[in-house]
RNA sequence: GCACGGGUAGCGAAGCGGUCAAACGCGCCAGACUCAAGAUCUGGUGACUUAGUGUCUUCGGCGGUUCGAAUCCGCCCUCGUGCACCA
């Protein structure tokens, strides 16, 4: 279809407000929703896939008659904006390269582009020019979106209401203040997250919790040697501490105590959240050959010795040995043994922790091959086996002290708790693997006061959450239980950031609400933005008492001049809400999908929880996923000019099922397109046969409901009723599986089959499918009119059928394909099938196909479909002949025809 | 590492206890139509067998449940996705 007439469509629809629900109706409402783009950039057709599959639900929604809104507006809150702004700033080529790129794709005066390039250095202008370009998009695809109600997040009235969604939280106790280690960048002074991070995005960094143990030293009991352990729960199995004499060591003044830690670990301590006094440096050979005394148990004395594994640049430097189960500390023990150390040649492993087959160190090493201190990539392989078998499978002996026979799980949790009671414990965090940002400066772990968190952690919350999902419907189905397992993870959340755009966090100043965080509420939001914007309402008039009376109902002082709107608010939520049905990606069910159900779930009233989910997985092109840094992105509006809007919903549709990864196949669209093709030329068939002579039916087929017209065309042969049924059950078919939410089945039922039955019809019968498919053509035009809307919409209008082909409203369609026929289209079918089979059994070049049948019925068929067959088979036709040289009547039954070819 | 989700014919992809040698699409092979090519149409496309509708072996691997499994259970291999302050 050529683009023009695909614009002609659009204005149409819009024009016409085909897409504008009534606020209030007397029909049954349908609110959908869908997370709304981030406009950094150009859609891509991944994107695409999200958005058309909307676009489906929705259109099918109002076959169904429901009265449909699907709004749309834009998330530009966070930092990814404000990096391209700096980019573009600092004039960074690749960035600038890449943006001229985009903004090609939409504007061809070169000098123009470059304007609207340096534009960018404003934030605002660049969610601005990305926001028009996608709604383009958007109409471009068809999407039957309510623009009405358009906002972005940072729209004044918005910010006034995820405010008003804190304090709510807050209210509920939901919002808390803690502290919370990140990974950090002390150079620059601020929180990095995986973007930030040198490969961040493929080698992932996590956080991780060491174990402080503070040993007091025997001839200084108030001074600690603090050691940094992963394995409390061996803490009976420590014989000794190892220092490194290559290290520099400080007792520095840490939270009023006194430490002996490694010099780097100061600064961390510091990030931690630690308070740092004095500092004054102790030389390792000091502390080499002293004791320090157990923490739990002070008659037992803890030589500390020197070694060289230790490493300064985890935890404190120092390091607890637990020869019987950790492999560097027994291999250092050997050494240190070998070179003569007196203390160490007293020592012994001991082995606190029951193995079911029995453990000695020195022949589980040997089956890593570990034969010196030297050996570190078989000495972390031991570390790591020994770990997960001891940690998942065994438990401790008796001669763990306080922490035998427990499992070793159970006794790292009961270690902590021993050394917090006496005062011995504490922790540091540190990077799972050394980072660098991408800027080169190292990543740490901090601690940042003042973080606010929503806490998720109370049980009647999540039990209201499990409550809401097990009354939701959720397509496809498997996704219920990730979004259960979800809502049951999720703890604590910081909720508010530094960086970025965003709403400010309404109790602590120099604070935004985390982009996150500002939108798992905002279905509410575009049911209240007309009416703000129609009353002119101040951003400051919409403060709590506002939005508690035009959302929760409250009352508003007598004479507050905004009751009005906040009433009208609240008739258009009472209408509106619950919303309906969510359509998003399942990579959003740990965050986003979670926050929109608890969020609900906390602060409205039950009657206005979600009720339905649905998501789709991903696109990938060629079977590689897409990305920026490949290059093999496919902008959406390339593919929609290339292709036309129907063949890519098609496509999109028709080739997975929503739980399936989708590939776009660049050479598979154009064959898509053939059958797309077909199925135009067909319908214009029936299309033509009205125009032409079909008066008559015209003016029953207006007046018809949902069965056959009464005939004035006298020639009508029953095969074509046939094929009237079939396709109508077919399109009952899609019906079906289009409420089921399984899009491809609905395609193959609307869009491929019927073409099939049409295809057998002809081969039987050589009759023209035009009047057949004339009876069904309004009904099949709906049908397709979620997946190829474009297609159907200007049948529609050719056919001078009134209204819009996408607002028309359709029972289920129902066809009985006459039995008769189909038995006759069978018969036949089975002779042609045969045919090739026994021809290739067949000597020499056949010229006569003999058959014979011994059912009077099935005889008749066959002379009616003689010369069909002879045309497809390619044979002369002789039916029940004499000639029987095989004797093959004798083995013909029932609808099974036998044959012989001569 | 942890969690979840996949692995079906040459490819893509349905099916999710019997009607399954497995829909549909592509590719490939043969035929029709063409001077020819393309497009279109028809048939075939696991193996074996036979002038035909028969037999056998298949749905990542190995075991198990069942009268019966691609479909249910266990283990293993393998691929993908997510893993927190990030949109």
């Given at each position: 279809m050529e683009p023009q007439k695909q614009q002609d469509i659009t204005r149409a629809w819009k024009q016409h407000q085909v897409f504008e629900p009534k606020e209030i109706a007397e029909k049954d409402k349908y609110y959908v929703t869908q997370p709304y783009p981030?406009?950094?950039?150009?859609?891509?057709?991944?994107?695409g896939r999200t958005y058309t599959t909307t676009d489906v639900l929705t259109r099918f929604a109002r076959i169904q008659g429901k009265n449909v809104l699907w709004p749309m507006a834009f998330h530009v809150?966070?930092?990814?904006?404000?990096?391209?702004?700096?980019?573009?700033?600092?004039?960074?080529?690749?960035?600038?390269?890449?943006?001229?790129?985009?903004?090609?794709?939409y504007e061809k005066n070169p000098e123009k582009v470059e304007q609207i390039l340096h534009s960018f250095e404003d934030p605002k202008k660049i969610v601005a020019f990305f926001g028009s370009v996608i709604e383009k998009d958007f109409d471009a695809m068809g999407y039957s979106i309510d623009w009405r109600k358009q906002f972005t997040t940072m729209d004044p009235y918005y910010q006034q209401f995820v405010q008003w969604q804190f304090h709510k939280f807050k209210e509920k106790g939901?919002?808390?203040?803690?502290?919370?280690?990140?990974?950090?960048?002390a150079v620059d002074g601020n929180a990095v997250g995986e973007d930030d991070i040198k490969d961040g995005d493929t080698d992932k960094v996590a956080i991780t919790e060491f174990q402080l143990i503070k040993f007091p030293l025997a001839n200084d009991p108030h001074t600690f040697i603090v050691v940094a352990t992963l394995r409390p729960d061996t803490l009976f199995g420590i014989t000794n501490i190892w220092v490194n004499p290559s290290l520099e060591y400080v007792k520095a003044e840490v939270n009023g105590e006194k430490w002996i830690?490694?010099?780097?670990?100061?600064?961390?301590?510091?990030?931690q959240q630690k308070t740092i006094g004095d500092i004054a440096a102790v030389p390792a050979h000091e502390l080499a050959h002293k004791d320090a005394l157990h923490p739990l148990d002070a008659h037992m004395h803890i030589p500390i010795l020197p070694t060289t594994f230790v490493n300064a640049e985890k935890g404190t430097g120092i390091v607890c040995s637990v020869p019987g189960h950790a492999p560097f500390d027994f291999m250092a023990l050997e050494e240190a043994k070998k070179l003569g150390d007196a203390t160490a040649q007293r020592i012994h492993p001991k082995y606190i922790i029951a193995h079911p087959n029995g453990f000695e160190m020195r022949k589980f090493l040997d089956t890593f091959k570990?034969?010196?201190?030297?050996?570190?990539?078989?000495?972390?392989?031991?570390?790591?086996?020994?770990?997960?078998?001891?940690?998942?499978?065994?438990?401790t002996n008796g001669e763990n002290g306080p922490l035998s026979n427990m499992s070793v799980r159970g006794a790292k949790d009961k270690s902590v708790e021993l050394l917090k009671a006496v005062n011995r414990w504490d922790r540091i965090y540190e990077p799972s693997r050394k980072a660098l940002t991408r800027a080169g400066n190292p990543?740490?772990?901090?601690?940042?006061?003042?973080?606010?968190?929503?806490?998720?952690?109370?049980?009647?919350?999540?039990?209201?959450a499990h409550r809401c999902l097990n009354r939701m419907r959720i397509f496809p189905e498997k996704y219920a239980k990730t979004l259960h397992d979800s809502i049951d993870w999720l703890e604590q959340r910081p909720c508010i950031r530094k960086r970025g755009l965003g709403t400010p966090f309404p109790f602590l100043g120099g604070w935004m609400i985390e982009p996150l965080s500002d939108s798992t509420l905002y279905m509410l939001f575009y049911l209240c933005i007309e009416t703000l914007r129609e009353n002119g309402m101040k951003p400051e008039d919409l403060d709590e008492a506002f939005?508690?009376?035009?959302?929760?109902?409250?009352?508003?002082?007598?004479?507050?001049?905004?009751?009005?709107?906040?009433?009208?608010?609240?008739?258009k939520l009472q209408y509106w809400y619950p919303n309906d049905i969510r359509h998003t990606a399942p990579a959003h069910i740990q965050n986003h999908s979670s926050f929109w159900i608890l969020a609900h779930t906390l602060l409205l009233p039950e009657e206005w929880w979600p009720r339905a989910a649905s998501f789709n997985e991903m696109m990938i092109r060629n079977g590689q996923k897409m990305s920026k840094s490949k290059g093999n992105i496919i902008p959406l509006i390339d593919a929609v000019q290339k292709f036309g809007p129907d063949l890519m919903r098609l496509y999109t549709i028709a080739s997975s099922s929503l739980e399936r990864t989708a590939d776009w196949k660049d050479e598979q669209v154009p064959q898509v397109e053939n059958k797309l093709n077909e199925l135009e030329k067909v319908l214009r068939q029936g299309l033509d046969f009205i125009r032409k002579g079909g008066a008559d039916f015209m003016i029953q087929l207006d007046a018809a409901t949902n069965t056959a017209v009464s005939m004035k065309n006298t020639s009508a042969t029953p095969q074509q009723f046939w094929l009237k049924e079939k396709i109508m059950q077919r399109l009952g078919e899609s019906y079906e599986a289009y409420a089921q939410m399984d899009y491809k089945m609905a395609a193959q039922k609307a869009f491929f089959e019927p073409l099939n039955d049409i295809k057998q019809f002809k081969k039987v019968f050589a009759e023209d499918e035009s009047f057949a498919v004339s009876l069904v053509l309004k009904r099949w035009l709906i049908m397709i009119t979620p997946i190829a809307p474009f297609l159907a919409e200007q049948l529609w209008k050719e056919a001078g059928f009134p209204g819009f082909a996408s607002a028309q409203h359709l029972e289920q369609p129902e066809g009985k394909p006459a039995k008769e026929v189909q038995e006759r289209v069978d018969a036949v079918e089975k002779i042609l099938g045969d045919v090739e089979r026994v021809r290739k059994l067949a000597k020499g070049n056949p010229k006569t196909l003999y058959i014979y049948s011994i059912d009077a019925q099935e005889t008749e068929w066959i002379e009616a479909a003689k010369a069909q067959i002879e045309k497809y088979a390619l044979l002369q036709v002789k039916i029940n002949d004499a000639h029987d040289p095989l004797g093959k009547k004798a083995k013909a039954q029932k609808g099974k025809a036998a044959l012989y070819l001569e």
């Open positions: 981030y406009p950094t950039g150009p859609l891509h057709v991944g994107h809150t966070g930092t990814p904006v404000l990096a391209i702004a700096d980019q573009v700033k600092r004039k960074d080529a690749d960035a600038m390269q890449m943006y001229r790129g985009y903004i090609g794709i939901a919002l808390v203040k803690g502290k919370y280690p990140i990974l950090y960048s830690i490694a010099k780097n670990a100061i600064e961390k301590l510091k990030l570990v034969q010196s201190m030297n050996d570190r990539t078989q000495l972390q392989q031991a570390t790591e086996a020994i770990y997960k078998i001891e940690f998942y499978e065994c438990r990543v740490v772990v901090a601690i940042l006061s003042d973080q606010w968190f929503l806490d998720y952690t109370s049980k009647e919350w999540k039990e209201k939005f508690d009376a035009a959302i929760l109902g409250k009352a508003l002082p007598q004479g507050d001049a905004r009751s009005a709107a906040a009433q009208e608010i609240h008739g």
